[in-house]
């Protein structure tokens, strides 16, 4: 028996719930791999299959956990070993695959990379999608361009998950970056990861007929969208980009215009972690080891146990999360 958490839906009223419960490791999906989870973490995305589903959720009873970390049990891919320490992120596991809210997984040996040297599970969990997404934002930035020294990097939804591991990745890279926030209180928080700038959400959010602004920013992680993604991109110094990857504040780009890509030249450069290739999965971990600054990242977990992720759930839906929520699951 293994203790997971376990979301069902109601056929007449469709409402779901969550709840932790203990199952036979047999009712797990039968794949390559069987991995023993030590940790898993809470993405906005795990906050949609914990409960209304969102549309993600193909089968109930259902295990949610986009991410987790652990470490091999067994295998029938010559890749990975009994005892090797791994990390999963993405493949659509936790969504219409059973994820890492659960003291054991059953996964594809393709969707898995080897934990990077130096990194505990634990770090990786704090890292997760959210972190993962962050650097690949960087790389992005970076293989377009952008060097310390160009200016303020903005960073959108600064105290979220990709927001917080972007600010201190960016920041021990050497830049200065600029932090955009809805909630003053993480100031202190924000600053803490190294944040240059604190700047007021509301600055970013009113919509404008303007086809450009006064150039301010050598480069931007986004991950609102909405009304700030159609404002900031009219506020981009010329050559510089964009890293969307998210839209917690709406899937339209609000008063964006076609002004700021042909007479700035501006990139707007999508993120995706979800089907990202494994050499580029590598590569970004490789990258995290190497320039996330530890102590930081310690700064930004909030530790959590299973029967904690209802709440949870229901809080990172309301943009309640700050920084990093790492799940003990054997706890």
Request: proline share 5%; net charge neutral.
């Amino acid at each position: 028996m293994i203790n997971a958490l376990v979301v069902t839906k109601d056929a007449e009223s469709g409402k779901t719930s969550a709840s932790v419960e203990a199952i036979e490791e047999s009712r797990l999906p039968e794949s390559e791999v069987l991995v023993a989870v030590e940790y898993s973490t809470v993405n906005y995305k795990d906050g949609l299959c914990i409960g209304p589903g969102g549309g993600l959720v193909r089968n109930y009873p259902h295990v949610p956990g986009i991410d987790f970390a652990g470490t091999v049990e067994k295998s029938s891919d010559p890749r990975y070993k009994a005892g090797d320490k791994v990390v999963l992120t993405g493949w659509r596991v936790g969504e219409a695959h059973w994820g890492g809210y659960a003291q054991k997984a059953s996964v594809r040996a393709d969707w898995l990379v080897p934990l990077p040297a130096g990194l505990t599970t634990r770090q990786a969990m704090a890292v997760g999608t959210a972190g993962l997404t962050a650097m690949l934002s960087v790389m992005a930035l970076e293989d377009h361009g952008l060097a310390p020294g160009h200016g303020p990097v903005l960073v959108t939804g600064a105290a979220g998950g990709v927001g917080s591991v972007a600010t201190a990745i960016l920041a021990k890279l050497g830049h200065e970056v600029a932090a955009v926030t809805g909630r003053p209180e993480t100031a202190d928080y924000l600053k803490s990861l190294g944040a240059t700038q604190i700047v007021a959400r509301e600055e970013l959010t009113e919509v404008t007929k303007k086809p450009l602004e006064g150039e301010q920013w050598a480069g931007c992680v986004d991950a609102v969208a909405g009304a700030m993604l159609g404002r900031v991109l009219k506020q981009m110094k010329y050559g510089t980009s964009v890293a969307a990857v998210g839209l917690a504040g709406g899937a339209a780009i609000e008063g964006a215009l076609i002004t700021p890509f042909i007479l700035r030249g501006v990139n707007l450069l999508g993120i995706d972690s979800v089907m990202q290739p494994y050499a580029n999965r590598v590569r970004a971990w490789e990258r995290i080891a190497k320039d996330l600054p530890m102590d930081k990242l310690e700064a930004m977990i909030q530790p959590a146990v299973l029967s904690d992720l209802p709440q949870l759930g229901r809080d990172i839906l309301k943009g309640q999360v700050k920084g990093r929520v790492v799940v003990d699951v054997n706890a």
